[in-house]
């Protein structure tokens, strides 16, 4: 059975070995959607720029997502000030 991916991230870091270290310990944020891991670790994985990074849309999709969040950020703190 073929699943998507998770919603939540599945890195486990270069620090654990899943052939020797069990159970392994994942990251758990919430995973950028449809993808396997969360913002900060797609970028150490795909690294913008390389060869491996999906190319140029998706690391656009990516940078759009990350600025709607910090956007979104902003907003609630701003949201919060006003409510002081």
């Known amino acids: 059975m073929i699943t998507g991916p998770s919603k939540t ?3 486990i870091g270069p620090e654990q070995d899943p ?8 990251c ?7 993808f396997s891991y969360c913002a ?4 150490r994985v795909y690294k913008k720029g390389s060869s491996n ?10 940078d759009k997502e990350l600025a709607e969040l910090e ?5 609630a703190e701003q949201e919060a000030d006003l409510e002081i």
């Open 9 to 11: 991230c599945t890195w």
């Open 19 to 26: 052939l020797k270290d069990w159970p392994v310990h994942y």
């Open 28 to 34: 758990g944020q919430k995973s950028i959607d449809g």
């Open 40 to 43: 900060e670790h797609y970028h």
């Open 53 to 62: 990074s999906g190319g140029a849309k998706l690391s656009k999709m990516i």
């Open 71 to 75: 956007l979104q950020k902003l907003i």
